[in-house]
């Protein structure tokens, strides 16, 4: 008897949990349709082209990254959802990017912070919210996105982008998300490319995903961090190569590069064991770009730069600088 009193509670915390959060993802979503769209005098429109997204212009371009936004989506985060959807909505509209670059974690389905398993909740919401701004935006996926215990996994999440379904019907897409060409790891690998009026691509931005645990770390509580995987980077190089190709032929130069994925490569953390082991100053002069959030990081023997697995000299791939976030 004690058993079935005890499995009815539960059943009724449960469904009276789903009824108040599905109640609340709807004044959420209220809230964000009187978001504002940004005014620009004239809006970059991308443009498919052999499978990349294509920019023209020979004005500079502006790339705005955001990271870890961490949308909850249930009845303990409704609060501070909205001051992060607030804060978000002023920064993009303050400085009118070309594109945003969102690196990770989007959505933040721990229910004991959140109040919900459902990971799909903060993905419309924050896609609403880009829609209703008006701008353009590629994201990645983090390792909170698609929690093992999140009710949709990262193919799920990954399509959801993909194919604008946070999106009102016929309304204007501006999600550049890409699941990314078989058999390469991971739900989200592809490329978006600024090119001038002259066809030569003049900056190119790879978006990566570096997945979420590995080691049997399921839940994350021992921090065992995927990466970025050898596939991934042989994709990357050619990348690289296709796109120095295309300028070559045009007689321009190898095109800059900037790549943006979620949890940092492994270099960053043995720059930074070098770095502290030398009194926190840099341990070897070289010419090397760290990521931009490392600002100043250390040079160490294990170069920062992205694709360096051994240093610089044998393994950086052509033109590679790093845009890495933290978790």
Same mark, same amino acid.
């Given at each position: 008897m004690v058993f079935w009193i005890l499995l009815g509670v539960v059943a009724?915390? &449960?469904l009276l949990t789903v009824l108040v959060n599905g109640i609340l993802a709807l004044l959420?979503?209220?809230y964000v349709a009187g978001i504002a769209p940004v005014q620009y005098k004239n809006q970059l429109q991308p443009q498919p082209l052999d499978g990349r997204w294509v920019f023209t212009t020979d004005r500079d371009f502006r790339v705005m990254q955001l990271t870890d936004v961490h949308i909850g989506g249930g009845w303990m985060s409704f609060f501070k959802d909205r001051r992060a959807i607030d804060c978000v909505v002023r920064m993009v509209t303050a400085e009118q990017p070309d594109l945003v670059a969102v690196t990770?974690?989007?959505?933040? =389905? &721990?229910p004991?912070? !959140?109040g919900t398993f459902n990971n799909k909740t903060a993905a419309r919401l924050f896609g609403r919210v880009m829609q209703n701004l008006g701008v353009y935006w590629a994201p990645v996926l983090g390792n909170h996105d698609t929690? !093992?215990?999140?009710?949709?996994?990262?193919?799920?999440?990954?399509?959801y982008y993909q194919e604008q379904k946070f999106a009102k019907a016929g309304s204007k897409s501006y999600c550049l998300f890409r699941s990314g060409p078989e058999g390469v790891d991971g739900v989200g690998n592809y490329t978006v490319a600024v090119e001038n009026r002259r066809g030569a691509v003049t900056q190119a931005l %790879?978006?990566?995903d570096t997945g979420s645990y590995v080691d049997g770390d399921y839940l994350g509580f021992m921090w065992k961090y995927d990466g970025m995987h050898k596939n991934q980077m042989?994709?990357?190089?050619?990348e690289v190569e296709a796109l120095t190709a295309h300028n070559r032929a045009l007689g321009a130069p190898m095109p800059k !590069?900037?790549?943006? %994925?979620?949890? =940092?490569?492994a270099q960053y953390k043995t720059a930074w064991e070098a770095y502290k082991e030398n009194g926190y100053k840099d341990t070897v002069k070289c010419r090397c770009t760290t990521a931009a959030s490392a600002k100043r990081a250390a040079c160490s023997p294990v170069c920062t730069r992205i694709m360096c697995l051994t240093p610089c000299s044998r393994w950086a791939a052509p033109g590679a600088h790093s845009a890495a976030t933290t978790i």
């Amino acid at each position: 008897m004690v058993f079935w009193i005890l499995l009815g509670v539960v059943a009724a915390v &449960v469904l009276l949990t789903v009824l108040v959060n599905g109640i609340l993802a709807l004044l959420q979503l209220r809230y964000v349709a009187g978001i504002a769209p940004v005014q620009y005098k004239n809006q970059l429109q991308p443009q498919p082209l052999d499978g990349r997204w294509v920019f023209t212009t020979d004005r500079d371009f502006r790339v705005m990254q955001l990271t870890d936004v961490h949308i909850g989506g249930g009845w303990m985060s409704f609060f501070k959802d909205r001051r992060a959807i607030d804060c978000v909505v002023r920064m993009v509209t303050a400085e009118q990017p070309d594109l945003v670059a969102v690196t990770g974690d989007i959505a933040y =389905p &721990v229910p004991f912070q !959140s109040g919900t398993f459902n990971n799909k909740t903060a993905a419309r919401l924050f896609g609403r919210v880009m829609q209703n701004l008006g701008v353009y935006w590629a994201p990645v996926l983090g390792n909170h996105d698609t929690e !093992s215990y999140a009710v949709y996994n990262r193919r799920y999440i990954g399509k959801y982008y993909q194919e604008q379904k946070f999106a009102k019907a016929g309304s204007k897409s501006y999600c550049l998300f890409r699941s990314g060409p078989e058999g390469v790891d991971g739900v989200g690998n592809y490329t978006v490319a600024v090119e001038n009026r002259r066809g030569a691509v003049t900056q190119a931005l %790879f978006f990566t995903d570096t997945g979420s645990y590995v080691d049997g770390d399921y839940l994350g509580f021992m921090w065992k961090y995927d990466g970025m995987h050898k596939n991934q980077m042989d994709w990357y190089r050619g990348e690289v190569e296709a796109l120095t190709a295309h300028n070559r032929a045009l007689g321009a130069p190898m095109p800059k !590069s900037l790549m943006f %994925f979620h949890i =940092p490569i492994a270099q960053y953390k043995t720059a930074w064991e070098a770095y502290k082991e030398n009194g926190y100053k840099d341990t070897v002069k070289c010419r090397c770009t760290t990521a931009a959030s490392a600002k100043r990081a250390a040079c160490s023997p294990v170069c920062t730069r992205i694709m360096c697995l051994t240093p610089c000299s044998r393994w950086a791939a052509p033109g590679a600088h790093s845009a890495a976030t933290t978790i």
